[in-house]
């Protein structure tokens, strides 16, 4: 059973999720927060698996409340995934930074909500097709870009595969899709991405698509 603690400022919007998941028999919602403020206090009281956190809200912010909950030492197995209406590259670039594990949009499907919990639970970076549009068009440099750079000092561990691998999982990739790109099985592709995680003591996926932009893997396109 994964345990969920939805957070949103708006008392509509916290009803409808919660009936979305309650429908589920694998997830269970222990909880409700109406602003940052009190899902900090209600993820250290109630220790969620997963915490669906809305961005804009009064008090203290999804944004912040994100990186409290993240730095707390006891969340090491705790996920944020962040649902809200504001998928711009701002919101993404800060929310991933703040450790959160996935960002979909709340005019996702009832099923999609449900599958984006199940996904960041079992350690998956999980980003909506517009919040990786946003994240994509600003961040990633071409290939050719990438050939002239070489690779950063900070993934100098990694082989050349590896540092194809992370590119691919920053850009958005599924492991099905890393296996359909580079002619692997699925768990080879889940293998690299693993090993990779290992290498560069990431957490999990999310924290490898900051590494590629912080470390300059990926850079502002043309």
Partial sequence: MIRVLVVDDQPLIRQAVADILAVHDDLDVIGTAADGREAIAEASRLRPDVVLMDIRMPEVDGIRATEVICADPGSDEMRVLVLTTFEEEEYVVSALRAGASGFIGKGAEPDDIARAVRAVHAGDTLLSPVATRALISRYVMPASGLRAAGVPAELSGLTEREVEVLLLVARGRSNQEL???????????????????????????????????????????E
């Fill in 179 to 221: 296996a359909e790109q580079l002619f692997i099985s699925p768990h080879t592709a889940k293998t690299h991405v693993n090993r990779i995680m290992s290498k560069v003591g990431a957490h999990d996926r999310a924290q490898l698509v900051i590494l590629a932009y912080e470390s300059g893997l990926l850079a502002p396109g």
